[in-house]
C-alpha cells in the first residue's frame, strides 16, 4: 500500500492520496485496486486543474462582476440582530473590495473563553465592562438653567450603579473630554458652566450636545454590545471594532473573537489573517445574499489585495498602480499621471498582459494567442527573409 | 423640558409640548398663524420643530376629531351646490395641509370605515396613494406595485390621438393610431382625467396559449387578418424645416433649385422632386437622402478662391434630405417668414406603420412585449363560435409577474363585451370578479373565461380550455423601423480612422469593454484581434532609434527624420488609435519608442541607443 502512496507523492495533493489509502485499507482492497483507484483520481485532479492561457483574471472578475449587478437590484443591504446592524450586500461588497479604511459598520464577535462560558453572569459582565458610555447614557434629563446660564444633568442612578460609577468620576472624566468648562457634582446631578461667562443661548445649546458624546468608560469604538447564545455558547456581538483593547480582557477565547476591519485585523494580527479577513468577509456577503461564487475566485483576489504585504483595494491607488504596464495602469483612470510619471523615468512596456496588446491590436498572450512557434531561423533573417532561400 | 427650534433654529423650550402643539394648530386654523406653517414633536429627541420655509410637499387630509370625521354630509351637498369652497374647508378646520414631518405625527386613516378614536385624519379616498397614470390601470389593487409602475409608464409611451389638430401642428416624432377606442374596462380616474377624448389604445382579443413556441419570453402572436383590418395600425409624421439665413456681410441662403455650378452639386435626378420654387410638391412618395427642400448657402470662409471657376460661383449646396432608413410621402407643405423676415419653409413626411415583427406592444399591467410572428387568419386557433384572437399571450407571463390584475381585465373585458356595457375597474373600488362571473355564466359562457379552442393549423380541438376574452391592448412607440440597422463597411471618423457611431448616420456597431473582456475570458485572442481590426494600419519603424520612419514606395527610398537615410526600416501592424495615441504623446513632448523584436526570436532582443 505505502509503495503505491509513494509512487504518486508529489503528483498528487498528500491529503487525497491519504484519505484513498485510509479508505483502501478500510476495505481492504488489494494492491492493484488501489493503484487504479489513485489513477482515476489524478485523472480527475488533472481534468480539475486550470489549463495553461486560462484567463483566471477576467474569469475571475465576470463571476464577482455578474452577482453584484444582480445584487444592485436587490434592496436588502442592512440586516443584524436587534441594535447591532451590518451593512451588507454591494455596499459592503465594495467596502471590503476597495479595501477602505473606515467601514460603514465595524463589528466583532467576541468569544468567552470555556472556563467562563457556562455562566450568563460573566458574559453579561465583560459585556458591560466593553461597551463604551458615553455622558448621554447616563443621564436622564438635560435642563438648560437660563437664569445661571448653565446645563444640569440628571443623572440615571441604577445604570451608573450598575457601571460601577460615582458622580466624582463622571465628573472628572467630563472635565478631561470639554475645555473651558467648569465642571460641579452633586450626589444626584452634574452642573456645566462655561468659563467665560458672556454665553449665548445657542453656545449652550451646543455645548449641551457636545457634553453628550463625551467617553466615560468602557472601550473606545465599542457603541453597542449584545451578547448572543448559539449552539450552546455564549458570545458577544458589538457594533464597533477595537481588537487590540478586546484582546487585552483575560475572559476572552482570542482564537475565536474576530472583527470585520480589514485594518484592525491587519495591524493586530497581520498579513495572513488579513487575507484570511478578505475571503471570510466577501464569501459571507455572496452567502448571504443567496448567490454562488466559487471560493477560488474570491481566494484569487485576496491574494492579489495582500501579495504586497498590505492590504490593497481594488482602485487606481490601490492593485492597479503596481501593474508593471504603463500602458495598463494609463487605461484604468487618470491617465495622464500615470504617462507623465513614465516618460520622467523613461519606462518599457513590455507588453505582456492583456489590455497592452488589445491597444496594440495584437493577439493577447491569452487562450489561442499564448502558444508561440518554435522555428529554425536562417541567419540573417531579421531583415527579411532573402528570395530563393525560403524554402531551406 | 422639550427644546423648540424653527427652521432648525433653536428658539427656547416648553414645559408640555401637547398644549404647546394644540395651541399653535388652533391659531394656524384661525388665521393668525400662517397656513404654511406645520409643527411636529419628535418623541426619540424630545424637540419640537415648527416649518415655515418654502418648498415643503404638503397634502391635504381630512381632520378627524374623537373618532369622527369633520367631514359631514352636509359639508357634500354644499360643496356639490357650490356654497363651499375648498379653501373654506381648512378656515373651518375640515381639512388641514400637512408636510412630511407633522405626518410623522398624524395617525391617517385609509377609509371611513377604518376610523377609530386614535386616528387623526383621513385620507380624501384610498386610490389617492395613486398618481395620474397609475390610477388608470384597472384593478390596480390586484397587481403588484412594481408592476403598476411599469404599466402607467407603457400608457405614456402608448399611440393614440394626442391632439385632435394634430394635422396643423409640425410636432416632432408624432404617431396617430387611425382607430383609437375608449376602454371597455377603466377606472374612475380615467372620465375624471378626460382621457376618453384622446384614447390611446384598441380593445382586441386575446387568448392566453402558446403559438409554435413563436411567444416565447414575451413575444406576441399577432394574426394576420386583424392587421389587415386595420388594428394598430398608425402614421408617423417627422416635419422637415429649411430657413434662410442671414449671415455677416450680407451674404443670405437661398431656397431654389440649386443651380448646376454650385458646389457639391448632386445630380439632376436628385432635383426632380422640386418644384421650381425649390420645395417638394405634396404626396410626392420619397425615400432616403432624396431632397426635399433645395438650398444653397454662400461659401463657408470669405475670400475662400477656387482657382479652376469663376469667382462668383462657390455658394455650397445645403439642401434638406431625408434622413437614412425613414421613407414616407410628403404629407404637408408650409411657407412663411422667421422672427427675421427671412423665408422659413417647413414640410412634414407621413409614413403608415402597420404592424411587423419587432414592434412593441403591451397591456395596463406592465405586460410589454414585441411582435414575434404575424400568423395568417386561416391558421389562428378559433372558438365554437368561430372567434379568433387577435393576439396570442403567453400564459408564462403570469405567474412570476403576478400581475393578477391582467388576467382579471380579460375577464371583465369579456363579460363587457359580451353584455355591452363598460367596466368599472376603479382601485379599491372595481366591480367584484364573483358578479363578473356571474354576468358570463348567464350569458351562456363558462365563468372563469376559458372556452374550447380548435388548432388552426389541423382543426383539431386543443386538450386544454383557453383562457380568451377582451382587453385593452396599447401600441407603444418604439417601433423597429425606426431602429433597424447593420452595416459591413462604411463612413470613418477622420481622426481615429475608426467606425463612425450611430445609426442615422450609418455608423458601426461597437464591440465595446465588456464584449472584449467575453472574448478574452474565451481565450479567443485571435478571434479579439480580428474584431478590431477596424483601423489596421501600417507603420514604419526606424531600427536604431525606434520612431516613426518614412517609406516612400514610389522612389523606394526610406529614410528617419532623426537618423537620416542610411538606416533599416521595419514595417509593422498596428490599430491606428494606438499609431494616433504615439503622435498625442510626441505633441505632449514624450518620445515614445517603439523596440521591436522578431516574432520568431529566441527572446533575445537587439540593443538599442536611447
Redesign the interface.
Known sequence: METVAKEFEGKLPQKIINEAVAEAKKRSCSKDQLKKIIQYLKEQYDDARITA???IG??T??SFGEPSTQMTLNVFHFAGVAEVSVTQGLPRLIEILDARKEIKTPSMEIYIKKEFNKDMNVVKKVAASIKETKFADIVT?F??NLSKLQIEATLHQNRIKDLKLTPDTIAKALGEGLKNVIVTSSPNKITLKAKDAENE??EI?KLKEKSKDIFIKGIKGISQVLPVKKDNEFFIVTAGSNLKEVLEIKEIDETKTSTNSLFEVLAVLGIEAARRTVINEAKKVIENQGLDVDIRHIMLIADIMTTSGTVKGITRSGITSGKSSVLARASFETPIVH??NA?LV?E?DQLNS?IEN?????????????P??V?K?IKG???GIPKGKAKK | MIDVFMDEKFIGEVENQEDFLKKVKDERQKGKLPNTLNIWYNDELKEVHIEIANGRVRRPLIVVEKGKSKLTAEHLKKLEANELTWKELFSQGVMEYLDAAEEENAYVALNEEDVTAEHTHMEISPSIILGLTTSLVPFANFGQSSRLNRGSKAQKQALGFYSANYLVRMDTDVNILHYPQNPLVKSFMYDVSKQNLHPAGQNIIIALMSYEGYNMQDALVFNKGSIDLGLARSTYYRPYKAEELRYAGGLIDEICVPDKEVKGYRSEEDYKLLEDDGIIFPESIVKEDDVIIGKTSPPRFLGEIDEFSIAANKRRESSITMRHGEPGKVDFVMVTENEEGMRLVKTRLRHQRIPEIGDKFASRHGQKGVVGLIVPEADMPFTVTGVKPDLIFSPHSIPSRMTVSHLLEVLAGKTGALDGRTIDATTFSSEPEHDLRKTLLELGFREDGTETLYNGLTGEKLKAKIFIGNMYYLRLKHMVANKLHARASGRIQLLTRQPIEGRAKGGGLRLGEMEKDCLVGHGASLLLKERFDSDITRIQVCESCGMLAVYDNFKNTQFCHRCGGNIVINTIQISYAFKLLLDELRALGIGPKLNLKSKYDDGSRTQRSK
Open positions: 492561457g486560462e484567463g477576467i474569469v472578475a465576470e434629563e435642563t438648560i443661548l445657542m445649546y504617462i507623465i516618460s523613461g518599457e492583456v488589445v491597444m496594440l491590436n495584437q493577439p493577447v498572450p491569452l487562450g489561442t494567442g499564448l508561440g512557434l522555428a531561423m533573417a531579421e531583415k
